[in-house]
């Protein structure tokens, strides 16, 4: 990178950190943001109170899955790994309610139960699988991790960090190929942006003029990892500047920014201008999965993220304010609460899968 | 002298070779502040710094490659991967570069260096926190496969993996980091701690690679294992009554085959049991030796209980396992014939 210049933000909403340089700048020296195409400004989605109510029922329903998740979990009937999503509900809420449903695609990692959930997957089925049960999305032989529903064009629920964004660069390329208008949401961790992969994919993605939105869920720590100890560029929605892949950095515990950046992001990758990338600064309050010493990082920074931030929180308040009532606030909890626990029910009675299921699914052929 | 459980043993032979040798350093993900997902290298950062035990991004090819060009240039990088169903981007890394260097600098350089990774199943993982690959590294040669099942020897092979001027692969079955699982997950497994095998010196000491343990000496049968499923096997072969022998192979490669011959020509009978996927699983290597060594000396067909040949399942993980049933079943098996 040229180090003349200072660096430049490819989004006017960035909240880099990076003090600019007051370096003199040589007009002949390209810096490396000035091939990136520029981005048009995003506004914060302007919802009407039932929109709004709508995306806060599903940011509450991921909620109250994931903690109950957390509870079978404790309770044994849950084994294995189990990576919640609770504090980070607004990315995957604002982002597929963006999305067209019967044309687009999503792919994501392992913490893959809220985008299941966001995109309208039947919690029973999502807890069965978790379970380990014959009536779960993967008839029990995925787990948490692995996930997927080709009804829903959700593609995983995937458990090696990474791997999903070479996937999902072939689901876009797929979409591009059929001309079905449809654009691919590849989802990865702030983890998973340092592996080589991730960057493979960006070259051919913009190469090809791939219909893609790569989403960073930068959530601040990969496992007990934060950011800035293994990212030598940690504002990681600049990441694709050296493939001319623009990239934005969106407040993603704020739904409405979040749906505003999704909106202009997929115009963007619509109109064929080939992919981009987006950063969603978001917080899990939980560990990273069920064991976690969680000792990277203090219990006042957890508090202090949930008590000032919280997404849910905040979204309440916003219905508060354009009339909404205790009453209907409560109404939605309870209905909320109902799903989760008919979901939880039926986790627990459903029985697991026979075991001639273990040599089903192996190969396309029996044998 | 101290007790210690599998977990303790590995961080006390990293402890050692840290102190021994200043060109052993350790990296990988998690493995520093965090103190590794397992807390194998729990304490080691703040003893050794952050030069010699860091935190590496998730890039495992990276990890891998750059252990290379460590040990290359002398040191003695110990990379973990946290699990070994992640080891497979740095599989080029590791086939192309790491094993092959030696050979093709006519032994100039050599990349000493030890991968440890946490692998095997039982711990309801799914098909991407469980596997056993451990016949993906066998099939190539130029690197050494080790496999420990108790505390005491997963020190003294770790050390020894450590000093080797080999790439080695250090396999750590991760269902009996705390103690001897014997196949019924339904009951609580005996901490190492009750174990002989828990008494771990604090001190330096090796177990030289490609030296097979006999944990059971016996006259009707030779069973041939590694990692968790050698308590399995033993656990099976007391409920049985069966006067077997219980090879622990501790290294695949190399292999003690001398050791398992002797073995065989005594008994005249042979199993093999492993985790991994039947179809060129280590133990199809192991048969193929045993029929090509000791076939005069056979009374029985050579058995083999193996994981399935699917992808390690979710749910029915106790019907994939090569658990007692199925043990029991080819021991009586090989018995009657």
Same mark, same amino acid.
Not at chain 1, 21 to 45: D, G, N
Not at chain 1, 209 to 214: G, Q, S, T
Not at chain 2, 114 to 143: A, D, K, L, N, Y
Not at chain 2, 279 to 286: K, Q
């Given at each position: 990178?040229?180090?003349?210049?200072?660096?430049?933000?490819?989004?006017?909403?960035?909240?880099?950190?990076?003090?600019?340089?007051?370096?003199?700048?040589?007009?002949?020296?390209?810096?490396?943001?000035?091939?990136?195409?520029?981005?048009?400004?995003?506004?914060?989605?302007?919802?009407?109170?039932?929109?709004?109510?709508?995306?806060?029922?599903?940011?509450?329903?991921?909620?109250?899955?994931?903690?109950?998740?957390?509870?079978?979990?404790?309770?044994?009937?849950?084994?294995?790994?189990?990576?919640?999503?609770?504090?980070?509900?607004?990315?995957?809420?604002?982002?597929?309610?963006?999305?067209?449903?019967?044309?687009?695609?999503?792919?994501?990692?392992?913490?893959?139960?809220?985008?299941?959930?966001?995109?309208?997957?039947?919690?029973?089925?999502?807890?069965?699988?978790?379970?380990?049960?014959?009536?779960?999305?993967?008839?029990?032989?995925?787990?948490?991790?692995?996930?997927?529903?080709?009804?829903?064009?959700?593609?995983?629920?995937?458990?090696?960090?990474?791997?999903?964004?070479?996937?999902?660069?072939?689901?876009?390329?797929?979409?591009?190929?059929?001309?079905?208008?449809?654009?691919?949401?590849?989802?990865?961790?702030?983890?998973?942006?340092?592996?080589?992969?991730?960057?493979?994919?960006?070259?051919?993605?913009?190469?090809?003029?791939?219909?893609?939105?790569?989403?960073?869920?930068?959530?601040?720590?990969?496992?007990?990892?934060?950011?800035?100890?293994?990212?030598?560029?940690?504002?990681?929605?600049?990441?694709?500047?050296?493939?001319?892949?623009?990239?934005?950095?969106?407040?993603?515990?704020?739904?409405?920014?979040?749906?505003?950046?999704?909106?202009?992001?997929?115009?963007?990758?619509?109109?064929?201008?080939?992919?981009?990338?987006?950063?969603?600064?978001?917080?899990?309050?939980?560990?990273?999965?069920?064991?976690?010493?969680?000792?990277?990082?203090?219990?006042?920074?957890?508090?202090?993220?949930?008590?000032?931030?919280?997404?849910?929180?905040?979204?309440?308040?916003?219905?508060?304010?354009?009339?909404?009532?205790?009453?209907?606030?409560?109404?939605?909890?309870?209905?909320?609460?109902?799903?989760?626990?008919?979901?939880?029910?039926?986790?627990?009675?459903?029985?697991?899968?026979?075991?001639?299921?273990?040599?089903?699914?192996?190969?396309?052929?029996?044998? | 002298?101290?007790?210690?459980?599998?977990?303790?043993?590995?961080?006390?032979?990293?402890?050692?070779?840290?102190?021994?040798?200043?060109?052993?350093?350790?990296?990988?993900?998690?493995?520093?502040?965090?103190?590794?997902?397992?807390?194998?290298?729990?304490?080691?950062?703040?003893?050794?710094?952050?030069?010699?035990?860091?935190?590496?991004?998730?890039?495992?090819?990276?990890?891998?490659?750059?252990?290379?060009?460590?040990?290359?240039?002398?040191?003695?990088?110990?990379?973990?991967?946290?699990?070994?169903?992640?080891?497979?981007?740095?599989?080029?890394?590791?086939?192309?570069?790491?094993?092959?260097?030696?050979?093709?600098?006519?032994?100039?350089?050599?990349?000493?260096?030890?991968?440890?990774?946490?692998?095997?199943?039982?711990?309801?993982?799914?098909?991407?926190?469980?596997?056993?690959?451990?016949?993906?590294?066998?099939?190539?040669?130029?690197?050494?496969?080790?496999?420990?099942?108790?505390?005491?020897?997963?020190?003294?092979? #770790?050390? @020894?993996? $450590? &000093?080797?001027?080999?790439?080695?692969?250090?396999?750590? /079955?991760?269902?009996?980091?705390?103690?001897? *699982?014997?196949?019924?997950?339904?009951?609580?497994?005996?901490?190492?701690?009750?174990?002989?095998?828990?008494?771990?010196?604090?001190?330096?000491?090796?177990?030289?690679?490609?030296?097979?343990?006999?944990?059971?000496?016996?006259?009707?049968?030779?069973?041939?294992?590694?990692?968790?499923?050698?308590?399995?096997?033993?656990?099976?072969?007391?409920?049985?009554?069966?006067?077997?022998?219980?090879?622990?192979?501790?290294?695949?490669?190399?292999?003690?085959?001398?050791?398992?011959?002797?073995?065989?020509?005594?008994?005249?009978?042979?199993?093999?049991?492993?985790?991994?996927?039947?179809?060129?699983?280590?133990?199809?290597?192991?048969?193929?030796?045993?029929?090509?060594?000791?076939?005069?000396? #056979?009374? @029985?067909? $050579? &058995?083999?209980?193996?994981?399935?040949?699917?992808?390690? /399942?979710?749910?029915?993980?106790?019907?994939? *396992?090569?658990?007692?049933?199925?043990?029991?079943?080819?021991?009586?098996?090989?018995?009657?014939?």
């Amino acid at each position: 990178m040229a180090k003349a210049s200072a660096p430049k933000s490819s989004s006017k909403k960035s909240t880099s950190t990076r003090k600019k340089t007051s370096a003199p700048r040589k007009k002949a020296v390209a810096t490396s943001s000035s091939r990136v195409p520029k981005l048009p400004a995003f506004k914060r989605y302007k919802a009407n109170k039932a929109e709004l109510l709508e995306l806060y029922e599903q940011m509450l329903l991921i909620r109250r899955f994931e903690e109950k998740a957390g509870q079978l979990y404790g309770l044994g009937l849950i084994g294995g790994f189990c990576h919640l999503y609770i504090g980070q509900e607004a990315v995957a809420v604002g982002l597929q309610s963006a999305l067209d449903e019967d044309k687009d695609s999503v792919i994501t990692g392992y913490r893959d139960h809220g985008h299941m959930l966001a995109y309208g997957i039947d919690p029973k089925a999502i807890m069965a699988e978790l379970t380990g049960r014959a009536a779960g999305i993967s008839k029990g032989k995925g787990g948490s991790m692995h996930m997927f529903s080709v009804e829903h064009k959700f593609y995983g629920g995937h458990g090696i960090v990474g791997a999903q964004v070479s996937l999902g660069t072939g689901l876009g390329f797929a979409h591009k190929y059929r001309e079905d208008g449809g654009v691919c949401m590849a989802y990865f961790g702030d983890g998973a942006a340092n592996q080589g992969q991730v960057y493979e994919s960006f070259n051919m993605a913009e190469l090809w003029k791939l219909p893609m939105v790569f989403v960073i869920e930068n959530n601040q720590y990969a496992m007990g990892t934060s950011v800035n100890r293994s990212s030598a560029e940690d504002q990681l929605y600049r990441r694709g500047e050296s493939f001319r892949i623009p990239g934005i950095q969106v407040n993603g515990m704020d739904l409405l920014e979040v749906r505003g950046a999704a909106e202009m992001a997929l115009k963007w990758v619509r109109s064929g201008k080939g992919p981009i990338l987006m950063e969603l600064k978001t917080y899990r309050y939980r560990g990273h999965s069920m064991s976690d010493p969680a000792k990277y990082r203090s219990r006042e920074e957890v508090q202090s993220m949930r008590e000032k931030s919280d997404a849910i929180e905040q979204a309440k308040n916003e219905l508060i304010k354009m009339g909404m009532g205790e009453d209907e606030l409560k109404a939605a909890d309870k209905k909320i609460r109902k799903i989760v626990s008919e979901a939880a029910d039926f986790a627990e009675s459903s029985p697991e899968p026979d075991a001639p299921e273990l040599y089903t699914d192996v190969l396309v052929e029996t044998y | 002298m101290a007790r210690m459980n599998m977990i303790q043993a590995i961080n006390s032979a990293l402890d050692n070779m840290m102190e021994r040798d200043d060109n052993v350093v350790m990296m990988g993900e998690d493995i520093g502040y965090f103190g590794g997902v397992f807390r194998a290298t729990a304490g080691l950062q703040e003893k050794y710094g952050k030069t010699r035990v860091f935190d590496t991004p998730i890039s495992e090819c990276g990890i891998i490659g750059a252990a290379v060009g460590m040990g290359a240039y002398g040191l003695r990088p110990v990379p973990e991967i946290q699990f070994a169903d992640y080891i497979y981007p740095g599989i080029d890394q590791l086939i192309s570069e790491a094993a092959r260097l030696r050979y093709r600098s006519a032994g100039e350089f050599i990349a000493p260096m030890t991968v440890r990774s946490p692998f095997g199943g039982g711990i309801f993982g799914g098909q991407t926190h469980s596997q056993s690959p451990e016949s993906m590294f066998t099939h190539v040669s130029g690197i050494k496969t080790v496999i420990p099942s108790t505390p005491y020897d997963a020190k003294g092979l #770790l050390i @020894a993996s $450590i &000093e080797d001027n080999d790439p080695v692969i250090f396999f750590e /079955p991760k269902r009996i980091y705390n103690g001897p *699982f014997d196949g019924y997950y339904d009951k609580p497994v005996q901490p190492w701690s009750k174990h002989d095998a828990g008494e771990v010196p604090d001190d330096y000491y090796r177990i030289e690679l490609g030296k097979a343990n006999i944990v059971r000496e016996g006259a009707d049968l030779t069973v041939l294992a590694y990692g968790t499923m050698v308590h399995v096997a033993l656990g099976v072969i007391k409920e049985h009554g069966i006067d077997a022998e219980v090879i622990d192979l501790r290294t695949l490669v190399p292999l003690d085959i001398e050791t398992i011959e002797k073995s065989i020509e005594k008994t005249g009978r042979c199993l093999i049991v492993h985790e991994a996927t039947r179809t060129s699983g280590f133990g199809a290597e192991l048969s193929a030796l045993v029929q090509e060594r000791c076939f005069y000396h #056979l009374e @029985a067909p $050579i &058995e083999r209980v193996t994981g399935f040949d699917t992808p390690y /399942p979710h749910s029915l993980e106790w019907a994939y *396992f090569p658990g007692p049933v199925r043990i029991g079943e080819a021991l009586d098996k090989i018995m009657k014939d």
